[in-house]
């Protein structure tokens, strides 16, 4: 009982703060709310009795991935608190869209009949580990390459030396037909 | 918590940051909404996991480190954008194109 009601609080806090991320007009609190939604879905892992998955979404996501985040939005935000329009524009175009995904995907879950057998406990740590390394080794060292050929690549990108001292708010368009084609 | 509230809050989840990429115009922003529907393809995996067995939390932690990878360079590239153009806002790529 206890464990349900707080996968329910859970769950209306990530909603909540998801759509504070995408309605925010200010960027640094919109990484601020993605933060909340992704500490709640750690709390979402801990009721569904996976306390590793909750321990590493809170070190990676909401450690590392939200201060790059934030890292982002400080280094290339323009003094004007990082405040951004949002294209109201395409709004409706838009709600069209992602209204027009949750009906089919949501009515799909309705209708499915998602009975089944009874699970067997979820495995422990221990045994997550065991699986890594024994059945998934292969997938393991393949997303450790991955991992090292995301970090060159940061890197390379970075460092890429600017053709001019800046090339200011006069377009993309004229940049790069002075630049010519990027290396 | 059964099953299917947990798959229909990933979907809502999933809805939320379709419209969030599809409005917003700033670089880390659009980022922002891709990393809110990956968490709830997250959500969705360790879902089954617990409720209907299978491998979805080792699938989980797979998903986690391509996400990381991808902010990695996600960002690498904002900071690109933002050194040659002085701006993040993606309307100046799209100007580009054409």
Known sequence: ?183 | MMLRELLLLATVLFSIGIYGVLTRRHAVALLLSIELMANAANIAFVAFATLRGGPGEVLVLFALAITVSEVAVGLALVMLLYRRYGDTVLDLAREARR
């Open chain 1, 1 to 183: 009982m206890t464990a349900s009601l707080g996968g329910a609080l859970a769950a209306a806090v990530v909603l909540a703060a998801a759509i504070l991320v995408v309605a925010s007009r200010n960027l640094v609190r919109a990484v601020l709310w993605l933060a909340l939604a992704l500490l709640g879905t750690a709390a979402l892992y801990a009721v569904l009795d996976a306390p590793f998955l909750a321990g590493v979404q809170v070190l990676t996501y909401v450690g590392g991935v939200v201060t790059l985040m934030i890292f982002g939005v400080m280094v290339t935000g323009r003094h004007t608190g990082a405040v951004v329009e949002v294209d109201r524009s395409g709004s409706v175009r838009a709600l069209l869209v992602s209204f027009g995904f949750l009906a089919l995907v949501g009515g799909a879950i309705l209708r499915t009949d998602l009975g089944g057998p009874t699970p067997p406990p979820p495995p422990t740590t221990a045994e997550l580990a065991r699986s890594l390394l024994d059945e998934y080794l292969l997938a393991f060292e393949v997303t450790s390459v991955l991992l090292l050929a995301a970090v060159i690549g940061a890197v390379v990108l970075a460092r890429r030396r600017d053709p001019g001292p800046t090339a200011g708010r006069r377009g993309m368009a004229a940049a790069l037909a002075e630049e010519g084609p990027v290396r």
